[in-house]
């Protein structure tokens, strides 16, 4: 089975539709978004629409949780970086708000189940970091809190894939990266494609494939838009760099 994962869009439109267009080739048996759909650009409602419209299975992020506990002032901003939350209209309000926090799948293979969760920033919270220099015992601890034998997540916006030994058994943890606000150096969209087969187990942890896709966007039509609005121009700057 191939399973296309990402995140982190961040109303970016143009890199979310260089995304679509860069799965047509891999034709993913599964596609899963996990979170953060809104905020630092602005187009939230027509990557929501676009979303919606191919029925992708979505987390809440950190980001779109947000939109539920704000302000009048940060509802109404006119600038400032919350001018991306006045720009979300009622009706994608309302779905952000129904979106959940982890989707767990599990897989009945000839070797024994799998377990994969998925979640926007940890299993604990939406709003944590598991950055890749975790020290070990303590990602192994979260994965055994969660229940978990594969996790996958973004948040941080920095891709990357680590496998951890637990006794007699591998955990692996692997972060989509962004698609629409990369922060490691690379301003091309990125996500990941999950290769699960037959063969695939917990004691070898070559059983299972991960493949990080990098895709060209129009960075500069999508900086450009950024710095037309009464957003912070730093958030431009932050695309034509990636960080």
């Given at each position: 089975?191939?399973?296309?994962?990402?995140?982190?869009?961040?109303a970016n439109?143009p890199?979310l539709h260089?995304?679509?267009n860069?799965?047509d080739?891999?034709?993913p048996d599964?596609?899963?978004?996990?979170g953060?759909?809104v905020g630092?650009h602005?187009w939230?409602?027509q990557?929501i629409?676009a979303?919606?419209?191919?029925?992708?299975?979505?987390?809440?992020?950190?980001?779109?949780a947000?939109v539920?506990?704000l302000?009048?002032a940060?509802?109404?901003?006119?600038?400032g970086?919350n001018?991306?939350?006045?720009?979300?209209g009622?009706?994608?309000?309302t779905y952000l708000?129904?979106?959940p926090?982890q989707?767990?799948?599990?897989?009945?293979?000839?070797?024994?189940?799998l377990?994969?969760?998925?979640?926007?920033?940890?299993?604990?919270?939406?709003?944590e970091?598991l950055l890749?220099?975790?020290?070990?015992?303590?990602?192994?601890?979260v994965?055994?809190?969660?229940?978990?034998d594969?996790?996958?997540f973004g948040?941080?916006?920095?891709?990357?894939y680590?496998t951890?030994?637990?006794g007699?058994?591998?955990?692996?943890?692997?972060?989509t990266?962004?698609i629409g606000?990369?922060?490691?150096?690379n301003?091309q969209?990125?996500?990941v494609?999950?290769?699960?087969n037959?063969?695939?187990n917990t004691t070898?942890?070559?059983s299972l494939?991960?493949?990080?896709i990098?895709?060209?966007?129009d960075v500069?039509l999508?900086?450009?838009?950024l710095?037309?609005?009464?957003?912070?121009?730093?958030?431009?700057?932050?695309l034509?760099?990636?960080?």
């Amino acid at each position: 089975m191939k399973i296309a994962l990402f995140s982190d869009i961040h109303a970016n439109l143009p890199a979310l539709h260089s995304f679509f267009n860069s799965i047509d080739t891999p034709k993913p048996d599964a596609i899963y978004c996990l979170g953060d759909l809104v905020g630092y650009h602005i187009w939230p409602n027509q990557v929501i629409a676009a979303i919606r419209r191919r029925g992708i299975a979505t987390l809440a992020g950190n980001h779109d949780a947000k939109v539920a506990r704000l302000s009048e002032a940060e509802r109404t901003a006119t600038s400032g970086k919350n001018y991306a939350y006045s720009l979300i209209g009622p009706d994608e309000r309302t779905y952000l708000a129904s979106l959940p926090a982890q989707f767990r799948i599990e897989f009945q293979l000839p070797q024994g189940p799998l377990t994969l969760l998925l979640v926007h920033g940890s299993p604990a919270s939406n709003d944590e970091y598991l950055l890749q220099d975790k020290p070990e015992a303590d990602f192994l601890n979260v994965f055994q809190k969660a229940n978990a034998d594969i996790l996958c997540f973004g948040h941080s916006h920095k891709p990357y894939y680590r496998t951890l030994k637990d006794g007699d058994r591998y955990r692996h943890a692997i972060n989509t990266g962004s698609i629409g606000k990369p922060k490691d150096g690379n301003p091309q969209g990125g996500y990941v494609l999950l290769h699960i087969n037959a063969d695939s187990n917990t004691t070898n942890p070559d059983s299972l494939r991960v493949e990080f896709i990098r895709f060209d966007y129009d960075v500069e039509l999508s900086a450009s838009a950024l710095e037309g609005s009464p957003l912070p121009a730093e958030f431009a700057d932050m695309l034509r760099k990636a960080y």
